[in-house]
């Protein structure tokens, strides 16, 4: 299937599905008996867009409303980083767009939707993500028993070229080489007996830096 030069994934693909299509849930029995406190903090998830496929920022925002309890998403703004061709997106009452005059980088995006935001907690997004089912409570929680965190979900894969949605483990965290490059490392036996068979968060030395959740007074 063609691979676009410019977004690096099969637009042609990404245009023929729907902005919510349905997906497999992966979460075990444990994640979903798992009862949780009543979660009294609103997020705004933040999108940072360059030069980005429309059907995959569409995609992301509908599939964030789509599955997100309204009660704890209070805004969607979305970060237009002075994309060559603008980006055109109709505004609801959650969805905000803002275009920076010039471009700043992630870094400097995300700082813009930040001090845009009006809700507690933070979480940024990529471009071109699609939430499942019950995504949202459980970093809220996690957040709402301790606001220092930073909070990182489980990032499934979805194929660039047949947009094929696939599970991974949750039973990994993040490291860098000494190259400084990320990877993927599976728990020690010893965090696996800790977790016995639970869907227990756990603590890691870094994360992907592209989706995460952190309370607004910790971010600045």
């Keep these: 299937m063609p691979i676009s030069a410019s ?21 075990p029995g444990s994640c979903l008996k798992e009862t949780r406190r009543s979660i009294t903090v609103m997020a705004a998830v933040i999108i940072i867009v360059y030069n980005e496929a429309r059907c ?3 995609r992301t925002i ?10 704890l998403l209070k805004e969607i703004i979305v970060i237009d ?4 061709e603008p980006l055109s997106l109709q505004p609801t009452l959650k969805v905000r767009l803002l275009r920076n005059a010039v471009r700043l980088g992630v870094v400097g995006a995300r700082l813009v939707g930040a001090e845009a935001a009006t809700a507690q907690v933070l979480i940024f997004f990529d471009s071109h993500v699609e ?3 019950g995504w949202l409570p459980p970093l809220l929680t996690r ?6 965190r930073f909070v990182a979900p489980v990032v499934d894969n979805v194929d660039f070229s047949t947009f ?10 993040g490291g860098l080489d000494m190259s400084l490059s990320f990877f993927w490392s599976p728990l020690s036996q010893g965090r696996l007996r800790v977790r016995n068979g639970t869907q227990r968060p756990f603590a890691t030395p870094v994360h992907a830096g592209g989706l995460f959740a952190v309370e607004r007074a910790t971010f600045f």
């Design 81 to 84: 980083d002075a994309s060559p």
């Design 7 to 27: 977004y690096g994934f099969n637009v042609e693909r990404c245009n023929s599905l729907p902005s919510v299509r349905q997906l497999p849930d992966p979460r």
């Design 164 to 173: 094929e949605y696939r599970p991974v483990s949750s039973d990994i965290r």
């Design 56 to 58: 995959a920022v569409q």
């Design 143 to 148: 957040i709402s028993e301790d606001a220092s």
């Design 131 to 133: 939430p499942n089912e």
């Design 62 to 71: 509908s599939s964030t409303v789509a599955r997100s309890p309204s009660r």
